[in-house]
């Protein structure tokens, strides 16, 4: 049992080791080094809309010598044996913190927790995947996921249900179908990881099998050590 809180919201996963040599150069890129890899990134890709994305995302961290990429990746071994929570580049300062005074003051006793919100947060919030794919959803994906969070629809809702299932598809792509009733695209529909989680992995990376990435859930931690 440790003596210092941590608290942390980002994208999780089960990780048996720290993925990242913590030494190693590239968890030492700056914030604004990794700025530049994602502005480099832009000028090679042919989709103007993921490039004008990068740029963006470049362009908000440019100045950014306050923390550094691996400060993006925590690993602890205090929540279930090994977890893995990846943070959006720009919110490194903000959805982690350790030894908070207030956190230590309400906190009940020493008890470590992740919990798995099955929902993405601000501004990620309502943005789903195929979570064998990957790909972005359009909007009835939110409205699917909505129903099955509130839980029991009645038999005529499930008919009205697997219609809309019907039209869900990747955005961009509005003649693909992946799936044919309510309880297929339940099963499928997860929360988006979004591009700058995706980024800080690629830049790092974290992950061996590229596809590994998609089984990042949004979480919220809570640990001692």
Known sequence: MGFRINKAIGWAMPCAEDPIDREGEAAKYLLVDHAAWLLAKAKTTEDEDLSTELEFCGSTL???DDATLGDCVIWT???NGG?????????ADSWYRQDDDMDFSFAKD???SI????WG??????????ALGGQRLNQHATTIMRVHQRGNPTDDDTHQLDRLAQIVSPEGTPALRPYLT???AVDHIVPLVPDDVRWVAEHLGLFETPSDI????PARATWWE
Do not use: C, Q
């Not at 919990?115 to 099955?118: D, H, L, M």
């Not at 947060?121 to 195929?130: E, S, T, V």
């Open 182 to 184: 309510f309880a297929e």
């Open 110 to 112: 020493e008890t470590s």
């Open 121 to 130: 947060f601000h501004p990620y919030g309502g943005l789903w995947m195929d």
């Open 77 to 79: 071994e205090s929540l």
């Open 62 to 64: 440019n100045g950014r």
């Open 83 to 91: 977890t893995l929570i990846v943070l959006p580049a720009e919110s």
């Open 214 to 217: 998609l089984k990042l859930r």
């Open 115 to 118: 919990e798995y919100t099955g």
